[in-house]
């Protein structure tokens, strides 16, 4: 079985990458199973520039493969925020029950409601070129909180196509569609080339 090292602790975010890599024949380890990890201040601007921070402080640190993933929700009523900061937006210990609460709250009275998932995934190696898969879903903020599946703001962004948040989505719906399954999917195609 191949390993590979995906640098985070976000527990939802870990077990969708196990979801889609583990059938590929992966064993994907996270930053708790690596000893003394120094964690990595995210100073990018944009997703990319932190999926590649996060990667290649692995990377540097260990010698090993590594992919990081860089995602959040961009709101356009809200200039595209939360953005780069989904993760850290009311605070990075603040519960997403409340962050979605807030984002309803705001959003009312608004007319436009398109969001979009963004999602990058840096790949590094040591003597290698940092390889990023990057892709998006667009979707609306929904007039109410939905579901109980998934993480973070998935029950208040609702998908107009299967007419669900993606907290009401199975697992295998979610991955189809996805920002981060579709990303995966990219980095599967290379990681099976480079690992030939």
């Not at 009311?90 to 979605?100: F, I, R, W």
């Not at 009312?108 to 999602?119: A, K, L, P, Q």
């Amino acid at each position: 079985m191949k390993q590979i090292v995906i640098a985070s602790t976000n527990k939802g975010k870990i077990k969708e990458f196990k979801e889609m890599l583990e059938p590929e024949g992966y064993e994907v380890l996270c930053l708790s199973d690596l000893p003394d990890y120094k964690e990595v201040e995210e100073t990018g601007t944009i997703f990319q520039e932190n999926a590649i921070l996060k990667a290649a402080a692995v990377t540097n640190q260990y010698g090993i493969e590594a992919i990081a993933d860089d995602s959040g929700l961009e709101i356009d009523a809200f200039n595209k925020e939360p953005g780069v900061h989904s993760a850290r937006y009311l605070g990075h210990d603040t519960p997403y029950s409340y962050k979605n609460k807030v984002i309803l709250e705001r959003m009312e009275g608004i007319e436009n409601r398109n969001c979009r998932y963004v999602c990058a995934i840096a790949w590094t190696k040591p003597n290698h070129e940092p390889h990023l898969f990057y892709d998006t879903v667009e979707c609306q903020i929904a007039l109410e909180a939905k579901g109980d599946n998934g993480f973070g703001y998935d029950p208040i962004v609702y998908y107009e196509p299967l007419q669900k948040t993606m907290a009401e989505m199975s697992a295998e719906e979610k991955n189809a569609i996805s920002h981060r399954g579709k990303a995966i999917r990219k980095l599967e195609a290379f990681l099976d080339e480079a690992h030939k």
